[in-house]
T-cell receptor
Framework: AQSVSQHNHHVILSEAASLELGCNYS??????LFWYVQYPGQHLQLLLK??????LVKGIKGFEAEFIKSKFSFNLRKPSVQWSDTAEYFC???????????FGPGTRLSVLP | NAGVTQTPKFQVLKTGQSMTLQCAQD?????MSWYRQDPGMGLRLIHY???????DQGEVPNGYNVSRSTTEDFPLRLLSAAPSQTSVYFC???????????FGPGTRLTVT
């Protein structure tokens, strides 16, 4: 069965620090990859997605992610975080044409002002 | 568009009670699904539907029923609530299974 792991349970950064959140998945076939953000008390919102093409994808709010097929990874990055980025971040994987959308356990990001 | 709506926002049940969580979307999406979110476990798929009249089980279907009589609505029924079903429930929809999901605001359920 496919699975998604996220390297860090809780990340604490100061404003303007750079961010990288790790995501690895286990699935041998072609996949679609997603990052979602959940702000406190809110529902999940799509940050960015990768289907094919350029492995570096840009999303909303200055986030980007890089797909490295050989490492089965899809890490999320942001050059300079803001206090408003405090949220929980979920990586998700969906096999191409598959039904099962598998989420990672999430990484909580706290940005200190 | 309202997107994906869910009712109620909060619910407290006693063990053994039944209830239905409502979910509706106005985007004409064929694919709808229910997830539960528990701390440290991400979101786990309960049931999903690829269109009206078609439903299937996800990762954690036990204790839950679904039906899909229209494209817009996808209710989730708890048959006999148990404390282990205390969770936050999210409904999601998408144009097709491969696409990113649009999530509703969630229902926080507590079973005592």
């Amino acid at each position: 069965a496919q699975s998604v792991s996220q390297h860090n349970h809780h990340v604490i950064l100061s404003e303007a620090a750079s961010l990288e959140l790790g995501c690895n998945y286990s699935y041998g076939g072609t996949v679609n990859l997603f990052w979602y953000v959940q702000y406190p008390g809110q529902h999940l919102q799509l940050l960015l997605k990768y289907f094919s093409g350029d492995p570096l994808v840009k999303g909303i709010k200055g986030f980007e992610a890089e797909f490295i097929k050989s490492k089965f990874s899809f890490n999320l990055r942001k050059p300079s975080v803001q206090w408003s980025d405090t949220a929980e971040y979920f990586c998700a994987v969906n096999p191409l044409y598959g039904q099962n959308f598998v989420f990672g356990p999430g990484t909580r990001l706290s940005v200190l002002p | 568009n309202a997107g994906v709506t869910q009712t109620p926002k909060f619910q407290v049940l006693k063990t053994g009670q039944s209830m239905t969580l409502q979910c509706a979307q106005d985007m004409n999406h064929e694919y709808m699904s229910w997830y539960r979110q528990d701390p440290g476990m991400g979101l786990r798929l309960i049931h999903y539907s690829v269109g009206a009249g078609i439903t299937d089980q996800g990762e954690v279907p036990n204790g839950y029923n679904v039906s899909r009589s229209t494209t817009e609505d996808f209710p989730l029924r708890l048959l006999s609530a148990a404390p282990s079903q205390t969770s936050v429930y999210f409904c999601a929809s998408s144009k097709d299974p491969s696409n990113g999901r649009y999530f509703g605001p969630g229902t926080r359920l507590t079973v005592t």
